[in-house]
């Protein structure tokens, strides 16, 4: 198996640098068999790939633990979802997770319906050259198919932090999200190398960027319910620079989905959004290079490797190719675009959105990296930690609230400023109301209540939209108000889709806002039969006691809750002591309501009897995770239909 | 046991390389090359119709004056009367350049508006 | 006898604060205090399995029934261990920049922004003006047979 493993990471390389090869002399001579051939080699990748990863799940699986990496991440008792989903919980399956992504991913475009267009070959090389960067790194730096010296008994084990379904899912997800960014950024090289330079690649693309955005969203988000529930320290996201690194693209494509609308209408933004994706994709790899390196500290290291070297540089190299062939593109880039039309429109509107989230982009990257450029320049050591991004971020997520909330009511092309005022006033009335609501309930907190009213006016704009929407296909189809709502949304499913997504965002930022602003904590020892008063809750300890599960010695509480007087039945935090590992790990007891979490961690004993808690009172918690999964069906929703913006423009003759 | 790993690997090899190779001894003549795709949009006279439809909604929704709507409406109009014109006559080219005509004519005709409106 | 009394003495001034003003980890203060400390980047982790945390709580603790304030105890700290004891950056030199330079981007980017739409808008206001096209009505009933078609045909796609 050492050697099939070891066949198939060659041959990766092999492969990789053949069809690169076969697609540039296909490209010069124009001779079809090479650039078939190279496709031939692409979907050998696919199969040495999936050959790989199936031997890595069958050796995770069924315990070799001749393999270093399956014993370093697994153990005989572990359970069979963790042994095979320790796939991904080290460098070397982490990688190998990435090249069997990125080789399907270059499979399904190279056997696509769009085949035959001109650009494929370059695209296909372009994703050619990040499957031989990946297949290169495992094999001299990450090969996950090294043996040990002398076989152990047993494996080291999972972290008991990685026993969690959240880490079965998030960074399988994130991953889709890195590597799909990989699709348009080697599409816009494609069409830069080719100069074509129209809205082409985009359309191509939408999908692919929309999918990627989609599982960037969900990775993060699972990430954030991860550290919410395994963790215990009472947060979801604590601005550690490697979450901070999945952000950054994120956000990056946010502004990138926002903007191609303009290009796709007017034919402007070229450069910007070409630029766009180039940075989002660069900043998959400084993500990458942030979690490997370990130059920063962080929950997620992945400690002693100098795995970052690598991606640090590639990244270099990628960046460098990229602004070379942006600025010998320069010129011809810059012709052919429209103008705005008016001050007061979508597309201006659109480009504040791009302002503010590339803003946003910048400070988090800025916090980030800071400590490090304060050392490396001052020589003083600073820390830039949450308190800080929470400072920082708040205003600007403020401003794109506000933003979102005005920006449904503008028009394209040219709108009409008193009908806008008209419009915006029944949700600003909505929002002044909450504000006022909030104050006269004795809710203090003037920045959360004013974010909290910026969140109602957006998400009462929204509604309206749909509620307009819906009166105005109905005044000129004379439909039904069921068939006009099914219409109106299935004909623009990506606008509504994307109302959605907005949507989503309200519901999450309520949740984030409450969670950030009012959440209490009360940290107490009590004896047995004792209770601890927290907001309307009363939590009483009815005794601890001991179990094993998985050959894991638990401890447990016995908490009986009672919610105003009434109870609601009990909570049992945990602490576990793994087998295999040297530290006890946490196990939170959450009791969800719709207004608030009650979060309990059993923070430490004396005796059977006396015993300190942790309990924490987070309110709307679970607003965000209904966010979420509401932003996730928005754009599922907009995925799924949806054509390329429809109207068209007063747009010039464009060169093709 | 290791004879299976060598056969297996060898199959492995054999496999990648008959997929690379078989394109060089394909019967098929691929004469045409590579095909530009018109992706799927629809015609031009109908993005007309739905770029008046989303101005009229966007008018009925209040986000766009009257004045404007009816405007852009008739320039619309204008412009899809032309579009029939041509494809009544057969000298036209269908495609990519009849689109290019059009946005040219859109051009134009957004200019005399603007002329007109006197800004 | 003395010696009974003198030890009951400081066992009382011992006692004294922490049965009376006592702070203990729900205190407002040592919150206050305890969500500005790095504690060595172990600020984020759960406080139970987090030995560093627990050293940090204690010493917070200590200080506050110490007769120390909140800005006391900072500045200790800070004295100690420079700024990066802190998980924000400071007022110093090197703390500004790391504050402000947020700000300094989102005025680049206003700036640019600026700069642009108005670029964009002149060049509207500059464009070369193009002949009308060759749509013209040729006369009313072909106005109003093309327009009802219009109508019609953009109505099936509503």
């Not at chain 1, 297949?135 to 040990?148: A, K, S």
């Not at chain 2, 001894?25 to 095909?35: K, N």
């Not at chain 3, 709580?57 to 004295?79: C, F, P, T």
Request: charged fraction near 15%; include cysteine.
């Amino acid at each position: 198996m050492y050697l099939i493993g070891n066949i198939a990471l060659v041959l990766g390389v092999v492969i990789s640098l053949y069809s690169l090869a076969a697609n540039i002399i296909g490209i010069r001579t124009g001779d079809r068999k090479w650039l078939e051939s190279a496709r031939g080699g692409v979907l050998s990748l696919v199969f040495i790939a999936a050959v790989a990863s199936f031997l890595l799940f069958y050796i995770l699986g069924t315990s070799q633990f001749q393999f270093s990496y399956v014993a370093a991440y697994t153990s005989q008792n572990l359970p069979m979802v963790y042994k095979l989903t320790a796939f991904w919980a080290g460098n070397a399956g982490s990688l190998m997770l990435w090249t069997v992504l990125l080789c399907i991913y270059a499979g399904m475009i190279v056997f696509s319906k769009e085949k035959r267009n001109p650009m494929i070959p370059y695209v296909s090389s372009v994703l050619l050259i990040n499957i031989l960067f990946f297949f290169t790194v495992m094999l001299i730096n990450g090969n996950p198919f090294e043996m040990t010296d002398k076989i152990p008994a047993d494996g080291k084990g999972l972290n008991p932090m990685l026993q969690n379904p959240g880490m079965i899912l998030h960074p399988v997800t994130l991953f889709m999200g890195y590597v799909g960014l990989a699709v348009p950024f080697a599409f816009a090289i494609a069409a830069l190398i080719m100069k074509r330079m129209d809205a082409e690649w985009i359309k191509l693309t939408r999908r692919w960027t929309l999918t990627a955005w989609l599982f960037l969203t969900l990775g993060n988000i699972i990430g954030a319910w991860w550290a919410y529930v395994e963790l215990g320290w009472g947060g979801y996201w604590a601005w550690d620079p490697v979450e901070n690194a999945s952000f950054l693209p994120w956000l990056t494509v946010s502004a990138f989905l926002h903007s191609v609308m303009i290009q796709e209408r007017k034919n402007m933004l070229k450069i910007w959004n070409v630029s766009l994706i180039i940075l989002s994709y660069i900043l998959t790899l400084f993500g990458t290079f942030l979690v490997r390196s370990g130059i920063l500290t962080s929950v997620h290291a992945f400690g002693d490797s100098n795995l970052g070297a690598y991606f640090l540089i590639f990244l270099a190299f990628m960046a460098m190719i990229s602004i070379y062939i942006v600025m010998t593109r320069y010129q011809l880039i810059k012709k052919d675009s429209n103008p705005i039309e008016s001050y007061f429109s979508k597309e201006s509107s659109f480009l504040l959105n791009n302002l503010i989230l590339v803003v946003a982009a910048f400070a988090v990257f800025w916090g980030t990296m800071y400590p490090l450029i304060s050392e490396s320049v001052t020589g003083t050591k600073v820390n830039v930690g949450a308190p800080y991004f929470d400072k920082v971020m708040a205003p600007i997520f403020l401003a794109l609230i506000l933003l979102m909330a005005v920006c449904p009511l503008i028009a394209w092309q040219k709108a009409a400023f008193d009908k806008f005022i008209k419009s915006a006033i029944v949700p600003l009335l909505m929002g002044l109301a909450t504000a006022f609501l909030l104050l006269a309930a004795g809710v203090k907190g003037l920045y959360a209540i004013l974010g909290l009213a910026s969140t109602v006016f957006m998400f009462g704009t929204h509604v309206m939209e749909f509620v307009r929407g819906i009166h105005a296909r109905r005044k000129a189809t004379k439909e039904n108000v069921f068939r006009a709502a099914v219409r109106l949304t299935l004909k623009n499913q990506r606008r509504y889709g994307g109302y959605i997504v907005h949507m989503g965002i309200a519901v999450l930022t309520v949740g984030v806002i409450s969670s950030y602003a009012y959440s209490s904590e009360v940290m107490k020892t009590i004896n047995k039969g004792e209770s601890i008063t927290i907001g309307h809750y009363e939590l009483t300890f009815n005794g601890l006691s001991e179990t094993t599960r998985n050959n894991n010695g638990i401890v447990v509480a016995d908490v009986s809750v009672a919610y105003k007087g009434k109870a609601i039945g009990g909570v049992k935090p945990e602490k576990i002591f793994y087998e295999t590992w040297p530290e006890p790990s946490t196990e939170v007891a959450v009791k969800t309501h719709w207004a608030q979490d009650l979060y309990v961690v059993l923070s430490s004993w004396e005796t059977k009897d006396k015993v300190t808690f942790m309990v924490k009172v987070n309110p709307f918690v679970s607003w965000i995770w209904t966010g979420g999964i509401i932003v996730v069906i928005g754009s599922a929703f907009a995925l799924i239909g949806g054509r390329p913006a429809g109207r068209i423009q007063p747009t010039s003759v464009t060169k093709s | 046991m290791d004879y299976i790993f060598l056969v297996t690997g060898s199959i492995i090899i054999i496999t990648c390389f008959y997929f690379i190779i078989s394109p060089f001894f394909s019967t098929t003549v691929h004469s045409d090359g590579l095909i530009e795709q018109v992706s799927g949009e629809a015609s031009s006279v109908d993005s007309i119709y739905r770029s008046v439809n989303e101005l009229e909604m966007d008018f009925l929704m209040k986000k766009i004056s009257e004045a404007d709507f009816i405007k852009m409406k008739e320039h619309y109009q204008m412009l899809a009367a032309d579009f029939l014109k041509g494809e009544q006559n057969p000298k036209v080219v269908q495609g990519k350049t009849s689109s290019k005509e059009v946005d040219m004519e859109i051009l134009r005709e957004l200019e005399t508006l603007r002329r007109q409106k006197g800004r | 006898m003395n010696l009974k009394i003198i030890l009951s003495t400081i066992l009382l001034i011992i006692l004294i604060p922490t049965i009376t003003g006592a702070f203990t980890y729900n205190s407002k203060e040592f919150q206050t205090v305890i969500k500005q400390l790095d504690m060595q980047g172990h600020a984020d982790h759960e406080f139970s399995t987090c030995t560093i945390q627990k050293v940090y709580y204690d010493e917070v603790i200590e200080m506050l029934n110490g007769g120390m304030n909140e800005a006391e105890i900072i500045q200790s700290y800070v004295d100690e261990y420079g700024q990066a004891a802190l998980r924000t950056p400071g007022s110093g030199k090197s703390g500004i920049i790391a504050w402000v330079m947020p700000g300094i981007g989102l005025v680049i980017g206003v700036i640019i922004l600026a700069v642009w739409l108005k670029r964009l808008t002149r060049k509207n206001q500059e464009a070369v003006y193009v002949q009308p096209g060759k749509a013209g009505w040729k006369n009313e009933t072909e106005r109003e047979i093309i327009e009802k078609t219009f109508e019609e045909e953009r109505r099936k796609l509503f």
